[in-house]
């Protein structure tokens, strides 16, 4: 199993960019497909991006695709996300994901309930 921590959060601007970390604990991170989860204020957790085992497929919702970028390091233990053109909409936590499981449709990452362990999630809050 593996326990993924965030970091890289804060307070930025309208326009700013920021890059999330994620670091998974555990001897086989390359073994699991990674994602990111935002949750704003009064809102459900929704799907950001997702990546698979190997870094070659990546998945992203609407909202933050053309701006929003997942990559990982499997040699690292890390999985990140570079946010550009960000907008006070992006404002939520940040949480990290994993799942050993393998589906063929990469749009089965886009839920929740795919994955099975979670980090603790990191804030960023972007200003207009």
């Known amino acids: 199993q593996v326990q993924p921590v965030e970091s890289g959060g804060g307070l930025v601007q309208a326009g700013d960019s920021l890059r999330l970390s994620c670091v998974a604990s555990?001897?086989?991170?390359?073994?699991?497909?990674m994602g990111w989860f935002r949750q704003a204020p009064g809102k459900e957790r929704e799907f950001v991006a997702a990546?698979?085992?190997?870094?070659?497929?990546?998945y992203y919702a609407d909202s933050v695709k053309g701006r929003f970028t997942i990559s990982r390091d499997n040699a690292k233990n890390t999985v990140y996300l570079q946010m550009n053109s960000l907008n006070p909409e992006d404002t939520a936590v940040y949480y990290c994901?994993?799942?050993?499981?393998?589906?063929?449709?990469?749009?089965?990452?886009?839920?929740?309930?795919?994955?099975?362990?979670w980090g603790q999630g990191t804030q960023v809050t972007v200003s207009s």
């Open positions: 994901a994993a799942t050993s499981r393998i589906y063929y449709s990469g749009i089965s990452y886009y839920t929740e309930d795919k994955y099975d362990y």
């Open positions: 555990g001897r086989t991170f390359s073994s699991y497909t």
């Open positions: 990546i698979r085992l190997s870094g070659t497929s990546t």
